[in-house]
T-cell receptor, first 114, second 112 residues
Framework: DVKVTQSSRYLVKRTGEKVFLECVQD?????MFWYRQDPGLGLRLIYF???????EKGDIPEGYSVSREKKERFSLILESASTNQTSMYLC?????????????FGPGTRLTVL | GDSVTQMEGPVTLSEEAFLTINCTYT??????LFWYVQYPGEGLQLLLK?????DKGSNKGFEATYRKETTSFHLEKGSVQVSDSAVYFC???????????FGTGTKLQVIP
């Protein structure tokens, strides 16, 4: 079974802190994604990566950056956390390219910024 | 750009009732269509998918048919159970692109 793990289920940070969210997948997937999930807004794509050291902006990249130094690991970075970044963050991965391929999700990290 | 519209929730049904969750989409080309489910406290997981017009995806008693003429992919189940209580997301993925576009989700609550 594909396994996508996220470093924390719950995280509480203060405004202005630098925050790292880690995601690891064990299926050698080329693509990895970071979403945030908010009530009434569904899932919104923050960033995705289709290869090591490659990244593409999603729909809401402002205030975030990402890092992919190894194929299995994709990190989301909040350079200076703000209260409007309080949300559920979901990581996902998939094989390269084909539109039929499923995305596999991690359990999510619920981040609260005070 | 691509978009997915699904019915507002929450939807509350009694056990063994019939379920329909509507989903319509806008996309260029020939997208693949998905339904994902999110159980409380968990991430999303694939429920079913259809990759071309008139395909029917099915899993765990749920089914959905890819209707290109009406740009729809409605989710149905003949008899829901309490364990089906979850949030359901309709999604599409355009040909040749990695990005998936999700609907806003529909929360289903099934009461005994």
């Amino acid at each position: 079974d594909v396994k996508v793990t996220q470093s924390s289920r719950y995280l509480v940070k203060r405004t202005g802190e630098k925050v790292f969210l880690e995601c690891v997948q064990d299926m050698d997937h080329e693509n990895m994604f970071w979403y945030r999930q908010d009530p009434g807004l569904g899932l919104r794509l923050i960033y995705f990566s289709y290869d090591v050291k490659m990244k593409e902006k999603g729909d809401i990249p402002e205030g975030y950056s990402v890092s992919r130094e190894k194929k299995e690991r994709f990190s989301l970075i909040l350079e200076s956390a703000s209260t409007n970044q309080t949300s559920m963050y979901l990581c996902a991965s998939s094989f390269e390219g084909r539109s039929t391929d499923t995305q596999y999700f991690g359990p999510g990290t619920r981040l609260t910024v005070l | 750009g691509d978009s997915v519209t699904q019915m507002e929730g929450p939807v509350t049904l009694s056990e063994e009732a019939f379920l329909t969750i509507n989903c319509t989409y806008t996309a260029t080309g020939y997208p693949s269509l998905f339904w994902y489910v999110q159980y409380p406290g968990e991430g999303l997981q694939l429920l079913l998918k259809a990759t071309k017009a008139d395909d029917k995806g099915s899993n765990k008693g749920f089914e959905a048919t890819y209707r290109k003429e009406t740009t729809s992919f409605h989710l149905e189940k003949g008899s829901v159970q309490v364990s089906d209580s979850a949030v359901y997301f309709c999604a599409l993925r355009g040909g040749g692109y990695q990005k998936v576009t999700f609907g806003t989700g529909t929360k289903l609550q099934v009461i005994p």
